[in-house]
């Protein structure tokens, strides 16, 4: 038994081992889990920042070159429209003019065919926006020079602009309008422009790149990691199951079913509800194993005072009784003591037999012989009993069944009889 409680401590023991080891595998998983969405969100960022950096560069490189396409048009033409549309761009620039919806997409192409792509939006200059955009110390001042020498363009621009302006009046005008927006100085002014733009377009490739980079590796480390503490989680879960049938012996299931059935069949003969949960069950049981041991307790008590009673009524007989149980005296009263002179301890332990003279013991053989393993005595019969002091004395002896400490016995009533002649 005490190996049994030994072994059943040991189970219990890994079991909670396992199960709190279990519940740090779950707090890590979580946090591993945590650390990996939070991760791939700065991956997201990060690429998101990569985007939005050249959408700016972009958009202050495509309205340098729609400034430029906008005034050489209107050189050419001298259509007004051309002209109004250049201002328009300088003043979206610039914040004056509200910024369309979408207008890092295809724009002025689409305007130029007559119509619009999209509405207009808030007011947003270009330098604020780039301000707002979290770039770096170096790459800002990339942006500014170039919307600086953008702004310088923009000067001699207007100065081919006033020469279109007068050029109803002289041919001449016209043509310088147009060589000024097409010759060296022009081109010259243009490269100072985009050169910046490139250099801000490789520092931010350069920089969001490695960003990127370092968040796809912290990304798939947390999820090669949350990948191991799944596995060993799973791992643990199925120890977890392994030592809780261990414990209990078999599934939770097969545990419901064990302690259901009994309160089930209950449940159907008198029409009621089988208790629904396992705990319930173990405590109807446990009250019933309470009442169950209280009842034993009860019989112990009255079999204990029924034997005591017995005893007595033995004792106070007024003919020698005893019992004898395998052939063994067991019990004997103080009258016997005074027929055959033997003390009572003297007595107890040995066989029933030994106090007969040899010639009867024959017949107390016959006897058993005949009640058959049923133990059916009928009658009474004499016997003669060798006494403490060695004279033979008859004895009429009624034999009875009974049990005795639970088990079968035999009850010798003996009464003195005259000596036969």
Known sequence: MDGEN?????????????????????????????????SVSRLIAANEQRLHSWQLASELRQ???DLTRMMRTYAVTGDVQYKENYQEILDIRNGIAPRPIGYENVYWDLALGGKRPSSKGEIAPLIQRMNQAGFTGDELRKLSDAKNKSDQLVSIERMAMRLTDASEKSSLQRWSAIEMLHNDLYHQAKFNIMQPIADFNQMVDGRTDNDVRKSKISANVLMVAFSICGVGLLWLLWQVRRSFRAIVGGSVADLHQLVNAPSSA??????????????????????SNAMAEDMRRDTERALAEAERRFVKVIEDSSEGVCVVQDAVICMANPKIRQMLGYAIDSMIGRPFIDFLVLEDR???????????????????RKYRLRAASG??????????SIQWAGRAAMMYFLNQAEKES
Not at 21 to 29: D, K, P, S
Not at 266 to 287: C, G, R
Not at 362 to 375: D, K, N, P, W, Y
Request: with cysteine.
């Open 6 to 38: 030994v072994v059943t401590t040991q189970r219990l023991y890994r079991f909670t081992m396992i199960f709190w080891l279990t519940v740090a595998m779950c707090v890590v998983c979580a946090a591993l889990f945590g650390a990996y969405a939070f």
């Open 266 to 287: 209950v449940a159907k003969e008198n029409n009621l509800s089988a208790a629904p949960t396992i705990m319930e069950q173990l405590t109807d049981l446990k009250s």
């Open 63 to 65: 309205s340098s070159d």
């Open 391 to 400: 004279d033979s004395i008859y004895f009429k002896i009624r034999v009875s």
């Open 362 to 380: 024959a017949l107390l053989l016959q006897q058993f012989q005949q009640a058959g393993a049923e133990h059916r005595f009928e009658g009474v």
